[in-house]
């Protein structure tokens, strides 16, 4: 998906949501690459492009109700043959007993190739949004590449708080 000019790549097992998640954010005004299969390309200087395999090219299954065609559905606007893939959303069943990142401050990756990327894992339950959820991981992710990260302002923050309340007790 090109979700704010950023390339995500989401992942997750099968039935988790993703191409409901896909269809949404089309429908959001954000621009499709590729469902179920995508090619992976790497450049020598290990960069990673994403593109459909021509015979799903422009194609959304969605369970219930078949294949479409988004580029028809939805109009030019809505797809884009290829796009550098920078990000990698990984959706998976919320689990009771995992810790998951409430802060933003750990910064997990994974390998794709040879590329280490941003992976961000978002737990899937009952009502969450994930349209909403994936388009402000675009968004966060955009305001960290132009170096503002609101976890790291807010852990500063706390931290100095906390160093002023401790010298007020002095």
């Avoid at 993703?18 to 690459?33: F, N, Q, Y």
């Amino acid at each position: 998906m090109d979700v704010y000019g950023v390339g995500m790549l989401i992942t997750g097992a099968s039935g988790i949501g993703k191409s409901e998640t896909a269809l949404e954010l089309v429908k959001r005004g954000h621009r499709l690459i590729a469902d179920d299969a995508v090619e992976i390309i790497q450049t020598p200087d290990n960069v990673l492009y994403g593109k459909a395999p021509e015979l799903i090219r422009h194609l959304l299954e969605i369970r219930g109700v078949g294949i479409i065609n988004v580029m028809t559905l939805f109009g030019a606007g809505a797809i884009r043959n290829e796009k550098k893939i920078t990000i990698v959303v990984r959706l998976e069943n919320w689990q009771e007993d995992k810790q998951y990142d409430r802060l933003g401050l750990d910064e997990e990756t994974t390998r794709i190739l040879d590329t280490e990327l941003p992976l961000v894992t978002i737990p899937v339950r009952p009502g969450r949004n994930l349209a909403v959820i994936i388009e402000v991981a675009a968004m966060n992710f955009r305001l960290k590449r132009m170096g503002y990260n609101a976890a790291l302002q807010f852990t500063n923050k706390l931290t100095e708080s906390i160093a002023e309340d401790l010298d007020d007790l002095e």
